[in-house]
């Protein structure tokens, strides 16, 4: 996927998500999941934030499907880095692994974007490298509406 925001901030990459990031540059969203109390979670971190384990945290291959919990078009960016992707989305993405994320609706009108609408995820290939970020999921739309 080309970038749909050129001159997007690069996120800060502090070592605890490398392999966060290693996955994202091979086309893969991965989790933290623990192997003691069999939860995802994230932002990934250094202790399990249920059991509070080290030792059990792994990573897992996320499905990448989700669906969007709330959601907010902004039409006037905090920075003028993000000028050029006007409108754009940010959304609240509620993944099937059970944990919410933050992150851009993308190649879809702003307009079209609604909570509960289903989503998987997409690569935005940045200057900096691969952003996770959601397209709407033709397949879920089609699982919604199926009785």
């Known amino acids: 996927m080309t970038t749909w925001l050129t001159n997007r901030p690069v996120p800060v990459k502090d070592g605890i998500a490398d392999e966060y990031w290693a996955a994202a540059a091979e086309g893969r969203l991965v989790l933290q999941r623990c192997d003691a109390c069999d939860q995802h ?7 399990c934030p249920r059991c509070w ?30 000028n050029d992707g006007r409108p ?13 994320l933050m992150s851009n609706v993308v190649g879809c009108d ?12 997409a690569f935005d290939e940045g200057p900096d490298g691969p952003l996770p970020v959601f ?5 879920g739309i089609a ?5």
């Open 143 to 147: 699982r919604e509406v199926t009785p």
């Open 88 to 100: 754009y989305v940010v959304a609240l993405i509620d993944l099937e692994e059970g944990v919410r």
């Open 41 to 47: 979670h994230f932002p990934p971190r250094v202790r």
């Open 53 to 82: 384990r080290a030792d059990a945290l792994a990573w897992a291959d996320a499905s990448g499907r989700g669906e969007v919990h709330t959601f907010s078009v902004v039409h006037r960016p905090p920075t003028p880095e993000l």
């Open 135 to 139: 397209v709407p999921d033709p397949a």
């Open 110 to 121: 702003v307009d079209d974007v609604r909570i509960g609408m289903p989503v998987t995820v």
